[in-house]
């Protein structure tokens, strides 16, 4: 079986001769494996096509792709965007009194499968159209036929929050209060904004929520809907682990006799929330296979070692490791200060942070936990000269490099992202150790306002380390990436700052990026846009230590791919660990 396909964003036929017509075999021998169509971009004949690849080769623009599939997902199909277009085959099932959680690569289809199941899209079954007879009929004798049938006549209520919760003040005004109560079908609105800590947003009109603010109201109105089935598209961008913790709570107890189905890239709260999970292997923007149900703890370490056992595929070239032991301690002669600051204190709005004086090693990479609206941003700011600290001075006499947490490239217009590193004097070393590993050279003819938000991220992150320093600080490097765009980013970042001698400091909230990460642990306490505190920088099992007790969960170790994993709150391994004080492996 094979699929061609065309990616629209990246061909430019004004730009080339069509070397895809031009050098296709095929087309010299008179058949008509590849015309122009209407918008002067090709379409390549799937049933023509021999696979040969000079086509892949030939466009200098790298959008085609001549993609061989097993037989056994021939007529399978289950949407197709379009002719040459990405398709999707497989759908996830959603069960009564269970949470699915689904598990792959950005691109490869997790939100269009739960926009088909929520009503959203149709399938098309890889044809242009298909009618709902057709779609209940290939399913015919699977848990989804019944669903299909229910859906076509109007018999299935779902409820279902955006991937891009920043849309939502598009299609409305006012204020959250309004916005629940106009929403609160269960009566349980009151109930959820305590549990989410939103009484103080409230009165905010939608236009003026956070980040944060605004992915909890959504998570909230998708949960007060009384529906049959709920799909979330992503609950953790831009929440706090606190609040991802306490967001995979609710969702298990107020939802506990519902069906639900998640997509999430954060391991730790996938591993926490799903009782089962279906992976989708494929390649961004091109297809998609959404595997059969698996138990959550094998289906993550399956996706992990990138060899999936059922299937008979393989999904990865090598598997993601982990190690035995937690960072190992560097002894006293080891320690190499790079980076030394003063005490200082920022305060604003009503807001204070106090930090004690600290260091940085070279070589290290520091990592930051804490609350949203605890200073860590504000903290970091004050590091990299973009503002001045109220009380004391900071005296760095370095070149710092820094990507904030909020990235402001999108006002770049319409210059490409070749165009933007053109402006860096990157090196060869740069494109070998930073550029390639994160995947910006398939990014370079794109311009940066069409940019996704993890796109945009890898951007982002990668401009900052091609500029010289001596410190490199990330405010939320792995915001809107998946879990083999994060692999890829902790072993960039480990190694720059390994081969270099260089000092990073990282912010994030992805528990598991900051466990694999880092040498050292720096922990901020306090009260949410009231006071934040920094704790000091401890070694890993002792900030990890003060840091999860807060937090009131524990980590152990998966005994085949030792990765680090949550207790279920409650278990008996998680009160062993908090009985013995040890939150942080035993």
């Given at each position: ?127 242009k159209t298909a009618s709902w007879d057709a779609i209940i009929k290939r399913y015919a004798g699977s848990e989804l036929q019944n669903y299909f049938a229910r859906l076509a006549r109007g018999g299935l209520k779902v409820s279902y929050k955006p991937q891009y919760v920043n849309a939502i003040p598009d299609y409305f005004s006012g204020n959250v209060r309004e916005l629940l109560e ?183 990479v520091l990592g930051v936990v804490g609350r949203n609206a605890i200073g860590k941003s504000t903290f970091v700011k004050v590091l990299a000269g973009e503002i001045e600290p109220t009380k004391g001075r900071i005296e760095l006499d370095i070149k710092i490099s820094y990507k904030p947490q909020y990235i402001g490239l999108k006002e770049k217009g319409d210059m490409s992202v070749r ?96 466990d694999l990460l880092s040498d050292r642990l720096m922990v901020f306490e306090g009260e949410p846009g009231v006071r934040g505190e920094v704790k000091g920088c401890f070694e890993m099992r002792e900030g990890m230590n003060i840091f999860l007790k807060e937090l009131g969960v524990t980590f152990r170790r998966d005994e085949l791919s030792l990765r680090p994993r949550i207790n279920k ?18």
């Amino acid at each position: 079986m094979r699929i061609a396909i065309l990616k629209r964003d990246r061909c430019q036929p004004r730009k080339c001769q069509y070397e895809c017509i031009k050098y296709c075999p095929m087309v010299r021998t008179g058949a008509e494996t590849i015309v122009i169509g209407e918008d002067g971009k090709p379409i390549i004949s799937e049933e023509l096509c021999e696979g040969c690849g000079i086509c892949v080769k030939k466009c200098p623009f790298e959008a085609i792709s001549i993609i061989g599939l097993p037989d056994k997902l021939t007529g399978e199909e289950t949407h197709r965007y379009g002719e040459n277009g990405f398709v999707l085959y497989g759908l996830p099932i959603p069960k009564p009194g269970k949470v699915t959680g689904l598990l792959g690569e950005n691109g490869t289809g997790k939100s269009t499968a739960i926009k088909i199941l929520s009503g959203l899209i149709v399938p098309n079954l890889g044809a242009k159209t298909a009618s709902w007879d057709a779609i209940i009929k290939r399913y015919a004798g699977s848990e989804l036929q019944n669903y299909f049938a229910r859906l076509a006549r109007g018999g299935l209520k779902v409820s279902y929050k955006p991937q891009y919760v920043n849309a939502i003040p598009d299609y409305f005004s006012g204020n959250v209060r309004e916005l629940l109560e106009g929403t609160d079908e269960r009566g349980m609105a009151a109930e959820l904004v305590d549990a989410l800590e939103l009484n103080a947003a409230l009165e905010k009109d939608i236009k003026e929520l956070s980040g944060g603010e605004l992915q909890r109201v959504a998570v909230i109105a998708c949960m007060i809907r009384d529906a049959d089935f709920y799909f979330f598209d992503e609950v953790t961008p831009y929440l706090d682990i606190y609040q991802r913790v306490r967001v995979a709570r609710v969702i298990k107890e107020v939802l506990n006799d519902r069906a639900v189905v998640v997509v999430e890239h954060d391991l730790a709260i996938l591993d926490m929330l799903a009782d089962y999970i279906h992976l989708i292997y494929g390649k961004p923007a091109e297809y998609g296979v959404v595997t059969m149900p698996k138990s959550t703890g094998r289906g993550i370490n399956e996706y992990l070692s990138g060899f999936l056992h059922a299937e008979n595929v393989r999904i990865r070239d090598k598997p993601i490791e982990f190690t035995a032991h937690p960072p190992r301690e560097k002894q006293e002669e080891e320690r190499r200060v790079s980076i030394a600051y003063s005490e200082f204190e920022k305060s604003y709005d009503g807001f204070v942070l106090k930090a004690k004086a600290g260091s940085i090693e070279s070589g290290e990479v520091l990592g930051v936990v804490g609350r949203n609206a605890i200073g860590k941003s504000t903290f970091v700011k004050v590091l990299a000269g973009e503002i001045e600290p109220t009380k004391g001075r900071i005296e760095l006499d370095i070149k710092i490099s820094y990507k904030p947490q909020y990235i402001g490239l999108k006002e770049k217009g319409d210059m490409s992202v070749r165009e933007l590193f053109q402006h860096l004097d990157i090196s060869e070393s740069e494109v070998i150790e930073v550029l390639k590993p994160l995947g910006v050279p398939e990014l370079e003819n794109k311009c940066v306002k069409d940019l996704s938000g993890g796109e945009l991220q890898i951007v982002a992150v990668a401009a900052c380390l091609c500029h010289h320093a001596s410190l490199y600080m990330l405010d939320e490097p792995s915001a809107h990436l998946d879990v083999e765009q994060k692999v890829h980013l902790i072993k960039t970042i480990r190694r720059y700052a390994e081969q270099r001698d260089v000092s990073m400091l990282i912010v994030d909230h992805d528990i598991y990026l900051i466990d694999l990460l880092s040498d050292r642990l720096m922990v901020f306490e306090g009260e949410p846009g009231v006071r934040g505190e920094v704790k000091g920088c401890f070694e890993m099992r002792e900030g990890m230590n003060i840091f999860l007790k807060e937090l009131g969960v524990t980590f152990r170790r998966d005994e085949l791919s030792l990765r680090p994993r949550i207790n279920k709150i409650g278990s008996a391994k998680d009160r062993e660990q908090k009985q013995k004080g040890k939150y942080y492996y035993l």
